[in-house]
């Protein structure tokens, strides 16, 4: 995977600390060389609680998708609590254009098990499981052999470090369900159930796995835990936007000279993301239209991107969302009704079922497509597809609807014509035959 | 029918869940691994071993696209033709080896050797377009290295 930036001397001076530019460290001699399991040693000599705060003040928002605060969520956890509690970390990374966690796998599987026993500490937890996709085998067998090197030297297990501290890490591996990336789905596949999302609620934190409390935190969420421990809330929070620290995985696929993985501070100006460090669009074309965070996030006009930059706050006033900061590039002759269309298509597949608007609404908006992209949609086919994709949103179990709805609402809104001329084309072609 | 040394890793296993059931999935990777698919009989030994009912077996087994019910072609070749994979070409590299193979999306060539599928985004957008074939991946494909990959298969 291509981790440098096409354009080297004009970008920010960033340092890389999720995925630096130190050779082998996932072997665990040169990751505690370079100073690995530092921050451990460090947080277990401080209270949990003060872990948790270090947390909150470093204002690290989850990577998975959501942008959720952590060390918020860390709080809701129950402090005296008579049952075992739990931490999932989520490698399910199956949202299309996303494919950073495997970096961390690849790269530096001990920083994720280093923050992973970090959150243990501070929650109070025994056991953790890192649930990755079933695809992911040869990245399951980098971390699996990082672990038991970490257990071999006492760092994971019975009283690490000779702490009181003990927990276990185990990786729980997918069978290939997009679905079980969602919490709740995929703690019912650690329970060895289908990975259908539960309804909420009781959240995770009160009634999670086997029913016991339990947070669910994203591979690049966790990483982040060893860096901010190390340096410091004040330290961390200064990266990048404000309300939206730290150093950010992103992710450039499609139309671009260099895509790959780049570790930059969060609020980078979107255009210069796609022209400086994904080497700008192949001969030199216009772009038409960008996906900026995974195929749920809402799809943006190619001349609308000025100004816009990859945090929290600029995506949610251009209207979208940072999501997995994954950036799919489209350039000026991009069919976006295939797009959408292809798009439509794998939620359609990988609805679970058990709601009806998302079950037969993500059907119908791909059987809607599909006339769109073969010319034989009318023009009030339009409607009736905003129609459907409004129906779903908000009225289901888990998110996978609205994450359905978003990208179809969204590219009627911003190309419209797009679809007018579909159909155009579509009435015309009925008049003469 | 569990080998030797994944009956002791299911033994290890115990102690890492409060429930055996959650040891199911972990279970028919193994059978998976050893057997080249899920047979009935597969299911209804897992469910003695684990002391869970057949039909629930069947129930997951059924809900996770990894989880084969039958034997595959030799190779199975899974092209991925989600968004950044198909702006990437993917539809050119499953044409040519639709071609090449003689068969189809969906379908087992007649010596067995060969299936191929289409498949879902495999966190290779990056490196797209790509295929898998088992877990191996290959990436940043182009007709010629698709060609040179089957060759090497042949
Ligand atoms: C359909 C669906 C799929 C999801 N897939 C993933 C995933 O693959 N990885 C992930 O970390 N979060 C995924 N999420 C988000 C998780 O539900 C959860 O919010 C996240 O893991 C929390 O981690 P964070 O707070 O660290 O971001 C998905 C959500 C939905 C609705
Ligand atoms: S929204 Fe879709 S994927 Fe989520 S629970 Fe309902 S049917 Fe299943
Ligand atoms: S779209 Fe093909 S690997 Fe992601």
């Known amino acids: 995977m291509n981790l440098q930036p096409a354009n080297t001397e004009k970008l920010t001076t960033w340092k890389r600390v999720i995925l630096p530019d130190v050779p082998n460290l996932y072997k665990i001699d040169f990751y505690l060389a370079n100073d690995g399991y530092k921050a451990l040693k460090k947080a277990l000599d401080m209270k949990p609680d003060e872990v948790i705060d270090e947390v909150k003040k470093s204002n690290l928002r989850g990577r998975g998708g ?33 494919f950073k966690d495997r970096q961390i796998f690849e790269f530096n599987p001990h920083l994720l098990i280093e923050g992973t026993l970090i959150a243990c500490y501070a929650m109070g937890m025994t056991a953790a499981y890192i649930y990755i996709r079933g695809e992911y085998g040869k990245w399951i067998k980098i971390l699996q052999k990082a672990i038991d090197d970490a257990y071999a030297n006492g760092l994971i297990g019975e009283k690490i470090l000779r702490t009181n501290f003990s927990t276990n890490i185990t990786i729980h591996r997918g069978a290939g369900a997009y679905i079980c990336g969602e919490e709740s789905a995929l703690m019912n596949s650690i329970e060895g159930e289908r990975g259908y999302p539960r309804v909420r609620p009781p959240f995770p934190a009160q009634f999670g796995l086997w029913g016991c409390p339990t947070t669910i935190n994203n591979v690049e969420t966790i990483s982040n835990i060893p860096i901010i421990i190390n340096n410091g809330w004040k330290w961390y929070s200064q990266i990048g936007s404000v309300k939206h620290p730290g150093p950010l995985l992103v992710g450039v696929s499609g139309h671009v000279n260099n895509p790959g993985i780049f570790e930059m501070p969060t609020g980078e100006p979107l255009l210069e993301i796609i022209h400086r460090w994904a080497g700008g669009v192949p001969g030199n074309k216009g772009i038409k239209a960008v996906i900026p965070g995974g195929s749920s996030t809402m799809i943006l006009r190619g001349d609308q991107l000025e100004g816009i930059r990859m945090d929290v706050d600029s995506l949610k006033a251009a209207g979208s969302s940072v999501g997995t900061a994954g950036i799919i590039v489209m350039d000026s002759d991009t069919d976006l009704i295939k797009v959408i269309r292809r798009i439509t298509e794998f939620y359609y597949r990988e609805s679970c079922g058990q709601c009806t608007p998302c079950r037969e609404g993500t059907g119908w908006m791909f059987k809607i497509l599909k006339r769109f992209e073969s010319y034989q949609a009318k023009m009030e086919d339009i409607d009736l597809l905003m129609d459907v994709a409004n129906n779903i949103e908000g009225n289901t179990i888990c998110a996978l609807g609205d994450a359905a709805a978003w990208p179809v609402q969204s590219m009627i809104r911003r190309f419209r014509d797009e679809f007018e001329k579909r159909a155009q084309v579509s009435h015309f072609q009925t008049m003469v035959v | 029918m569990l080998s030797e040394s994944n009956l002791n890793k299911v033994e290890e296993l115990r102690k890492r869940y409060p429930t055996t059931q959650a040891l199911l999935l972990p279970v028919l990777w193994m059978i998976q691994e050893q057997e080249g698919c899920i047979s009935e009989e597969s299911m209804k030994y897992t469910g003695a071993l684990l002391n869970i009912p057949y039909g629930h077996i069947l129930g ?63 966190g290779s957008c990056g490196t797209a377009p790509m295929l898998v074939i088992g877990d191996e991946y290959y990436e940043n494909l182009t007709l010629e290295k698709v060609d040179k990959l089957i060759d090497s298969l042949q």
């Open chain 1, 66 to 98: 959501a942008c959720f605060p952590t060390g918020l969520k860390w709080s809701f956890m129950p402090k005296n609590s008579d049952k075992p509690k739990y931490l999932c970390v989520n490698g399910d990374e199956s949202e299309p254009g996303t």
């Open chain 2, 60 to 122: 997951v087994v059924t809900f996770y696209s990894m989880l084969q019910k039958k034997a595959v072609g030799k190779h199975h070749i899974e092209v991925c033709t989600n968004v950044s994979c198909m702006l990437r070409g993917s539809g050119k590299i499953l044409e040519h080896i639709e071609k090449r193979l003689g068969i189809k999306i969906g379908e087992i060539s007649q010596d067995q050797k060969w299936t191929l599928s289409e498949t879902e985004c495999l």
